[in-house]
């Protein structure tokens, strides 16, 4: 057995970096903030029943708002026990004893010396304003008693990684952490959020209650006197992998369909009275629901009119990096002649491209309804028309 003493407190004397701000005055940058760091202080200050209630708390709300098993940095400083995307109201109707936030804050002022180049108020303000969160695979079977194993995302494409696993004598004995023991045992993972800056579908559906639990009824009205209104939808969507190592945790889908809607162009000047329009959706796929059927019944087309031949459609899995884009075009037809819309879809540099390409009109109408394959994921489409 390994008992963990973490008083180094290595983050507390890095140095910090400077930057030149607008004005040309030097300012210091915020310490940056290691993962294993977090997950050292974690492991080495007194958890007990109370803060992994309060961990499971937020981690069940994140997942139940369609989001992955995750609870924020941000959150827990300023509203433990909240999940991403609770509303003011929850997140204030939740108080504990001795919050996580109050253990932290004081573990690392407890450690800082008067040599150390960072404060602790820097550092915890660091923390709380990063991306870093609690990730908890299997929260929903925890037994209310067993303490976790804490580790971090190594960020290398490994399986395996160095855990902390808390006894209840306090002291903590240093293991080796793969997939199937967060599936038997406790395991917080501290890595980075990915989906938090998005609405979940789970969100979009409690926006627009007409979408229900993936069967709800689509409204839409007509531009065109005694012209039919036909709507493309995706019904449902399903992963058959995981893009990222477990320690990532779910994979964050984004569907984009770009088209010309509603074009009831007659002649070629009238053709600058269109742009092309972009819808784009996020869903969250946990890692145990790789293989599952997930109800959509996403509109991604509102209007598609019998002039519009081709969208563009892209799928990708969040990995982060510079906004970039795809450069693309939509079709529409205008007295039989083709022509073409150019488009650019954006998306980041270091996302996975599940699929891309046009799909035709005909493509809709003759597999509506059919589920296809587009790369490592299951679609269906389905064309509805409103006379």
Avoid at 4 to 13: R, S
Avoid at 86 to 110: F, G, H, N, Q, W
Avoid at 220 to 234: E, F, S
Wanted: negative net charge.
């Amino acid at each position: 057995m390994k008992k963990i003493v973490f008083a180094a407190m290595t983050f507390l004397a890095a140095l910090g970096c400077e930057r030149v701000d607008h004005s040309g005055d030097f300012a210091p940058e915020p310490p940056a903030v290691a993962l294993e760091d977090v997950a050292l202080i974690l492991s080495d200050i007194p958890i007990g029943t109370s803060q992994m209630k309060e961990v499971h708390d937020a981690v069940s709300s994140s997942s139940g708002n369609g989001y992955d098993d995750e609870y924020m940095m941000r959150d827990l400083f300023s509203s433990p026990g909240t999940g991403v995307g609770d509303d003011a109201t929850k997140a204030e109707a939740r108080e504990y004893e001795r919050p996580l936030k109050d253990m932290i804050s004081e573990y690392v002022r407890s450690r800082t010396t008067k040599a150390s180049d960072v404060s602790p108020e820097d550092f915890l303000s660091a923390l709380e304003s990063s991306d870093i969160q609690i990730y908890w695979p299997g929260w929903d079977k925890w037994d209310g008693e067993t303490l976790p194993v804490v580790t971090f995302d190594p960020a290398d494409g490994s399986s395996r990684n160095t855990g902390y696993r808390m006894l209840p004598d306090g002291s903590v004995d240093e293991i080796v952490v793969d997939e199937n023991m967060a599936a038997e045992t406790p395991v917080w993972v501290v890595n980075r959020n990915d989906d938090s800056a998005y609405t979940s579908l789970e969100m979009l559906r409690r926006q627009d209650p007409s979408w229900g639990e993936g069967s709800g009824s689509i409204v839409i009205g007509r531009t065109k006197a005694n012209a039919p209104c036909r709507t493309l939808l995706l019904k449902d969507f399903k992963a058959n992998r995981n893009y990222d190592t477990w320690f990532a945790g779910a994979s964050e889908f984004f569907v984009k369909c770009a088209a010309v809607e509603d074009f009831f162009a007659t002649t070629e000047a009238e053709l600058k009275l269109y742009s092309p329009a972009i819808t784009d959706f996020m869903i969250v796929v946990k890692r145990s629901e790789v293989g599952q059927v997930k109800p959509f019944n996403a509109v991604l087309v509102s209007q598609w009119s019998e002039q519009l031949g081709t969208c563009a459609f892209m799928i990708t899995e969040d990995d982060g990096g510079t906004i970039t884009s795809w450069k693309c075009s939509a079709e529409v037809k205008i007295k039989s002649k083709s022509y073409g819309f150019d488009i650019s879809i954006p998306f980041n540099s270091r996302d996975d491209i599940v699929w891309r390409g046009q799909l035709s009109a005909k493509y809709f109408e003759k597999n509506s309804s059919r589920t296809g394959h587009f790369g490592d994921v299951e679609l269906t489409f389905e064309i509805e028309e409103y006379q």
